[in-house]
């Protein structure tokens, strides 16, 4: 079992910045993708960001520019560094793993979710 735990969450203004962070623990071997996702009211989950094992990043088109995915691998941590929020960035953030399980689909774990919310 992986254990996730998400923190930075809050209230901040439009044009502001928030730094949202998951650190992993447990079963954290094999782990090959970590990123964000969000889900706001009545929306869709949807990803926000990913980070591989070897560094590479994704992003959706509505973030890009914006905000910037980084890992420690020693501290076994993602961050989102979210800067020129806008409204519509109002979610519920999770992180969530995807771990190699031998013969099988990934494992996928998911964090609790933290909530940032960003006023007009």
């Known amino acids: 079992q992986v254990q996730l735990v998400e923190s930075g969450g809050g209230l901040v203004q439009a044009g502001g910045r928030l730094r949202l962070s998951c650190a992993a623990s447990?079963?954290?071997?094999?782990?090959?993708?970590m990123g964000w996702h969000r889900q706001a009211p009545g929306k869709q989950r949807e990803s926000v960001a990913t980070i591989s094992s070897t560094g590479d990043t994704e992003y959706a088109d509505s973030v890009k520019g914006r905000f910037t995915i980084s890992r420690d691998n020693a501290k076994n941590t993602v961050y989102l560094q979210m800067n020129s929020l806008k409204p519509e960035d109002t979610a519920l953030y999770y992180c969530?793993?995807?771990?190699?399980?031998?013969?099988?689909?990934?494992?996928?774990?998911w964090g609790q979710g933290t909530q940032v919310t960003v006023s007009s």
């Open positions: 447990g079963s954290i071997g094999n782990i090959f993708l």
């Open positions: 969530r793993v995807l771990r190699y399980n031998r013969g099988a689909a990934p494992d996928i774990y």
